[in-house]
């Protein structure tokens, strides 16, 4: 129950729904063992893709999707969440010092023992995600109290599994334009978190 930790447990990332996409099942088991855990995204996902159709009714995509953070925070059992106005798709050129030092304020507060965010791949090499854990580490540096850093690595070829498990079922699957095997990482993980009671 949380005694291999002291203090919070945090994932920082580039925009909403990153959170659940590296982490919400180990947020989700953390919170259900009676550990604090918290989300921090950089960005509002203000440019992200979105479906003519989609009822952002007259609010824009990025009040939209800091909603849907905020929502997914209290689904995953997160004790807080914050979302940064740091511009979409610029996370690799703005100002990594800045943003690492409004990013330790918001981090000291929460006592945090144990930091979540992207491999150096990004997952998929996405720019985003790559700036994300470089402020992130910064952040952890400023803090200057012992925090472990875990950096998510999805093994190569599951996202192609993901996809054929997915059509098999008949559900959508777009990937952002991306082909399957561009998802997944050389390094091999040093710890797994088995998070399928946390899948419901």
Partial sequence: RGSWVTGSIVAVVAH????SLIAGGTLALAAGAGAAT?????????????????????????EVREAELQAAARELGASWAACLRHPDGELPWIDHD???????LILAPHA???VLTFGVDGLYWHQDH?????????????LG??????EAAWPSGLMTQLVAAATARGLPVGLWGLE????????TPTVVVDVRPALA
Avoid: C, K, N
């Fill in 38 to 62: 918290g989300v921090v995204s950089l960005t509002r996902g203000e440019h992200g893709p979105i479906s003519p159709d989609a009822p952002v009714m007259g609010r824009s995509l990025g």
């Fill in 112 to 114: 945090p023992g144990v």
């Fill in 130 to 142: 790559v700036a994300a854990r470089d402020i992130a580490v910064l952040a952890i540096h400023r």
């Fill in 98 to 104: 800045a943003a690492a030092d409004e990013l330790a």
């Fill in 16 to 19: 909403p729904d990153d959170e």
């Fill in 145 to 150: 109290e012992r925090i472990d850093l875990y």
């Fill in 180 to 187: 399957p095997e561009a998802f997944g990482s050389d390094r």
